[in-house]
């Protein structure tokens, strides 16, 4: 009844796949877990084989990466039931019934978001970029992600039916990182397929320091410029972007980004970084890009 998918791509998830597994010991259905490797380094790889030895579970490694939204897609049709539960490979589990909370919200729904959260207190200050941004824009309660439930539609940790998924698929169109699950949740709104947002929350364990989080954030940024026609309306940065475009401004803009860029990165990089400081920079180097002719 439930194909549990996760993507990774270099990082050891066994001890995520041990704890859904005696989880799925619990149900009294067949539960099946698939994990595929997107190209890993080997000594990444090394130890996930170890899934293999779990019954109805099944490390699958890819020669060649293939992306986030390829694999997402990969996965689903791998799967031979028909409620498909996705989860990223840097989750941890929080709850000792986070399988059942999803079954007993099944009923009624087709696609099912349960959230995330981080664990306090921050691992380490090398980190504290991606932290504070993540409790800052991350973390909703269910309440609050169903008042905009397409916008706050994440593929970190959420539950759809197999054939609703393979309507839509994700779009292998997007490469680089970064905007896949904006997209997917824009065909949900427009195919007006139900999200239930409910709280059943996974740690986000998977933390870049400061540096890797700044430039991952570049590269969304950039994604989102690049398919900007299709997620309009959707992203907030984008919305004030377009208001910026209107009055003229994403020139001025752009250069007190250029000559701000230095000193914005030595606050960001900081133990403490500012996320007023971060929404502007991010704000700035879409202008930035755009007064480029960035594609």
Do not use: W
Not at 68 to 96: C, V
Not at 107 to 125: A, E, F, Q, T, W
Not at 136 to 153: C, D, G, I, L
């Amino acid at each position: 009844m439930l194909s549990i998918l996760i993507p990774t791509y270099n990082y050891e998830c066994l001890g995520l796949v041990e704890e859904l597994h005696r989880q799925a010991q619990t149900l009294s259905f067949p539960v099946e877990i698939l994990i595929a490797d997107d190209a890993s380094k080997e000594e990444m790889k090394r130890n996930n084989r170890k899934i293999n030895r779990l019954n109805n579970c099944m490390f699958i490694e890819l020669k060649e990466n293939i992306g986030r939204a390829r694999i997402r897609n990969f996965l689903s049709e791998k799967a031979q039931y028909d409620l498909l539960l996705f989860i990223d490979s840097d989750a941890g589990l929080i709850s000792n019934d986070f399988l059942q909370k999803y079954v007993s919200a099944i009923h009624g729904n087709d696609v099912i978001c349960g959230g995330l959260l981080y664990d306090r207190p921050i691992p380490s200050k090398q980190f504290s970029l991606r932290y504070y941004y993540g409790i800052s824009a991350e973390e909703h309660s269910a309440k609050e992600r169903n008042v905009h439930p397409y916008t706050k539609f994440s593929s970190f940790n959420f539950l759809i039916r197999k054939r609703i998924f393979q309507k839509i698929l994700f779009d292998e169109s997007f490469s680089g990182y970064g905007h896949e699950d904006t997209a997917f949740g824009i065909e949900l709104e427009k195919r007006k397929i139900k999200i239930n947002h409910i709280d059943n929350p996974l740690f986000h364990l998977g933390l870049e320091k400061n540096d890797a989080f700044l430039h991952k954030t570049e590269m969304g940024i950039e994604n989102l410029y690049r398919y900007s026609d299709k997620l309009n309306g959707y992203v907030r940065l984008l919305s004030t972007f377009n208001k910026v475009k209107k009055y003229r401004l994403q020139v001025l803009l752009s250069f007190i980004f250029k000559k701000t860029r230095e000193l914005m990165k030595k606050e960001l990089l900081s133990n403490h970084p500012s996320m007023k400081i971060f929404a502007f920079y991010k704000l700035g180097y879409l202008c930035y890009i755009s007064n480029k002719q960035f594609k």
